[in-house]
């Protein structure tokens, strides 16, 4: 292949400052490191990936020599690409010590070439420029896709003909969506194979990068008293949600073509549900896992029509402020019927979830912000309290959330007797607030998806064979929809959504958490 990748795939890789072995080792010094943001003027290399590169740098986590190269079309100096990047610094980190100076070091080490996506003079103008900058014996060149996936392929077509590295490896990190249903995605990876090998592909979904995801195999496999009760024996239904306090405004153009089932169902809460219920992998390589994660997401259930409810926010007036419709965005047609908000019921037909539903629900201009995954358990059989508390106990089923965010933590409701001289009980949270616990920021997801391109760790990104997989649950549904129609039902914006999704939740004797 054009992209002359001479890495193999790697065992999971640790990560290390700069002052540690990986970086620090003989070989280490010799190479350098060149991240190619492609499409730096966009609003993801503003927002997320120049601060997570910096903070990498603040925290000592990138190799000694490294530069970074932002290429768009906009036409911008080096200069104006670091006022650009000093003036979108909103991570974590532009409230520590030194971080002017810190950051004054990293921008030194940005640069900027701007060139057309197709073009392949264009990328070997900048060729020539990473390599002045390249000392060493290796060149490590990492691209970072941050354009409109329609460019995805012309990009990787001359980048990888002129801009690959010849001394070392070349990755591509490639940002959702992945194509819009099977066949578009499988197109898309045939042609990027054209380009690329499968091992230098590293497709992003963020949300694996976000610290409780990460945290959900440490709590069921590293814990005996969670792994036992991860079944159909035990557990009820398990609901998997997302909700945004805020419309599309600003990436409606974007999200028209979308909808909230390809935005965030089919990748982002996908994906989670996959690692939630998995297999005990054979070992934490990224290869073990994502075999188990692909046998989840092929033991599923196609999605059903009857099995999911779509939603629309409506503009309404509230307290003297007025909030838009969808549909009021300008890069909206009036008569879209694309969904901002979808609840679905999924099964995974397999001996440990058969019959268990799996609730999942996704939507813009909602009353909260939030991700959390909910774990309803079955009712203790024979309860003994049941004969003095009546029935209604067997409804207080214990219930273990993992919030994802904001305020990540992990908390199980359970029953609990109220302290005193009678016999009462109520339920209480044996809760987990990272925010107490933990004195440490936690990093940003683009952080360690970053770090781990680099280190060549694979496990929090999107395999081929998982992603068909992926798609093959939902297209039927989204074709169903589109062809015939289906109008979504409108919600005011800022509300709990439409009350369909309870109606499908009480299909499965669920309530929503
Ligand atoms: P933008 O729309 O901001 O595009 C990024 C850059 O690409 C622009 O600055 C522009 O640079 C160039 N560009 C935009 N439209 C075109 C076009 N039609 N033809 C050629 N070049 C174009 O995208 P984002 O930064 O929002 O997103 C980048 C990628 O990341 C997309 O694939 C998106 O789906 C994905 N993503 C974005 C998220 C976000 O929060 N923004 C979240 C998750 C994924 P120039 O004109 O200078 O060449
Ligand atoms: C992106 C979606 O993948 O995730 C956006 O395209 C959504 O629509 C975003 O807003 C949410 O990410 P986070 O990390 O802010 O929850």
Redesign the pocket.
């Known amino acids: 292949n054009d992209f002359g990748d001479t890495s193999t795939v790697e065992g999971p890789v640790k990560h290390f400052k700069a002052t540690h072995d990986h970086f620090s080792s003989p070989e280490q010094n010799k190479t350098t490191l060149s991240i190619i943001v492609v ?1 730096a ?5 503003k ?1 997320k990936i120049f601060p997570a590169l910096f903070a990498l740098y603040y925290e000592d986590f990138l190799p000694e020599h490294f530069t970074v190269f932002g290429y ?3 036409k911008m100096t080096d200069g104006e690409l670091r006022n650009m990047i000093s003036q979108t610094l909103t991570c974590r980190i532009d409230k520590r010590e030194n971080c002017n100076d810190k950051m004054e070091q990293f921008l030194q080490r940005c640069f900027y070439h701007s060139g057309q ?1 197709g073009s392949e003079e264009n990328f070997k103008e900048l060729d020539d420029k990473l390599k002045e900058k390249e000392t060493g014996k290796l060149a490590n060149r990492l691209f970072y896709l ?4 329609d ?1 995805f392929v012309a990009a990787v077509k001359s980048a990888s003909c002129l801009a690959a590295s010849q001394f070392g490896w070349t990755r591509v990190i490639v ?3 992945f194509g819009r249903d099977s066949e578009s995605s499988r197109e898309l990876t045939a042609s990027l194979k054209k380009y690329l090998i499968e091992e230098q592909i590293f497709r992003i979904d ?1 949300y694996l990068g976000k610290e409780l995801v990460e945290n959900l195999s440490v709590l069921r496999f590293s814990n005996l008293v969670f792994e036992p009760l991860w079944s159909r024996q035990y557990i009820r239904n398990v609901q998997l949600i997302f909700s945004e306090d805020f419309g599309t405004e600003g ?1 409606g153009g ?1 999200f028209d073509s979308y909808g909230i089932i390809r935005d965030i169902m089919q990748n982002h809460l996908l994906q989670i549900l996959a690692l939630f219920a998995m297999e005990t992998p054979v070992s934490l390589d990224a290869e073990d896992i994502r075999n188990e994660k692909v046998k989840v997401l092929r033991s599923m259930r196609t999605l059903q029509v009857d099995d999911i409810v779509i939603g629309q926010y409506k503009g309404h007036s509230k307290g003297g402020k007025t909030y838009p419709s969808y549909t009021d965005d300008p890069q909206v047609p009036n008569n879209s019927l694309t969904p901002t908000f979808a609840a679905a019921a999924m099964f995974i037909d397999n001996s440990r979830w058969d019959s268990v539903p799996f609730l999942l629900k996704a939507g813009k201009a909602l009353h909260s912000k939030g991700a959390e995954i909910r774990v309803q358990f079955r009712h203790v059989p024979g309860n003994l309290y049941r004969r003095n508390f009546g029935t209604d106990l067997d409804k207080n089923t214990n219930e273990l959330v993992i919030r994802v965010q904001p305020n990540e933590a992990i908390y199980l409701k359970i029953n609990n007797k109220i302290p005193g001289l009678g016999m009462r009980l109520d339920r209480s949270n044996l809760n987990l607030l990272y925010s107490t616990k933990y004195t440490k920021e936690i990093p940003d997801a683009y952080e360690r998806l970053l770090l781990d391109a680099i280190s060549g760790e694979r496990r929090l990104f999107i395999r081929s064979d998982e992603l068909d997989a992926a798609w093959a649950l939902f297209t039927p549904v989204l074709k169903e929809l589109e062809e015939k129609h289906v109008a979504p039902e409108l919600y005011p914006y800022g509300s709990r959504g439409p009350v369909g999704a309870h109606y499908l939740a009480a299909k499965y004797n669920v309530r929503w958490g």
Do not use: F, T
């Not at 003027?41 to 290399?45: E, F, H, I, Q, T």
């Not at 941050?146 to 996936?149: D, E, L, R, T």
């Open positions: 499409g003027s966009g609003d993801l290399a927002k768009a079309r906009s996506y941050s354009i409109p996936p460019i940002e959702k969506p963020h990436r974007y």
